[in-house]
Nanobody, 124 residues
Framework: QVQLLESGGGLVQVGGSLRLSCAAS????????MGWFRQAPGKEREFVAA????????YYARSVKDRFAISRNSGKNTVYLQMNSLKPDDTAVYYC?????????????????WGQGTQVTVSS
């Protein structure tokens, strides 16, 4: 089992920045791909960014590309999401997910472990 704990959410004005963290514990050696997803009220959970735990090219949703950056520190078992130029449409609960089946995927249904989420609110 893998446990994930997100932090770093909050209230920010339009154009501001936040950095989310996702600390992993447990059988972290099983983790293959780590992703950030978000869910706004009344909407389905959607992909934001992902990266292989071993490193490599990151993946981004078109809506956040060039504004958000995903990174990981394997020594600290932590994945980060740096969010810049935030917009009201970025308001959502942000979740960290881990996939342990050797898939390269951005589909939420294919992730095996989830954190509890952290709220990000962008005010105009």
């Amino acid at each position: 089992q893998v446990q994930l704990l997100e932090s770093g959410g909050g209230l920010v004005q339009v154009g501001g920045s936040l950095r989310l963290s996702c600390a992993a514990s447990g059988r972290t050696s099983n983790m293959h791909m780590m992703g950030w997803f978000r869910q706004a009220p009344g909407k389905e959970r959607e992909f934001v960014a992902a990266i292989l735990w071993s490193g490599g090219v990151p993946y981004y949703a078109r809506s956040v590309k060039d504004r958000f950056a995903i990174s990981r520190n394997s020594g600290k078992n932590t994945v980060y999401l740096q969010m810049n130029s935030l917009k009201p449409d970025d308001t959502a609960v942000y979740y960290c997910g881990a996939e342990d089946g050797l898939k390269i995927t951005t589909a939420p249904d294919e992730y095996d472990y989830w954190g509890q989420g952290t709220q990000v609110t962008v005010s105009s």
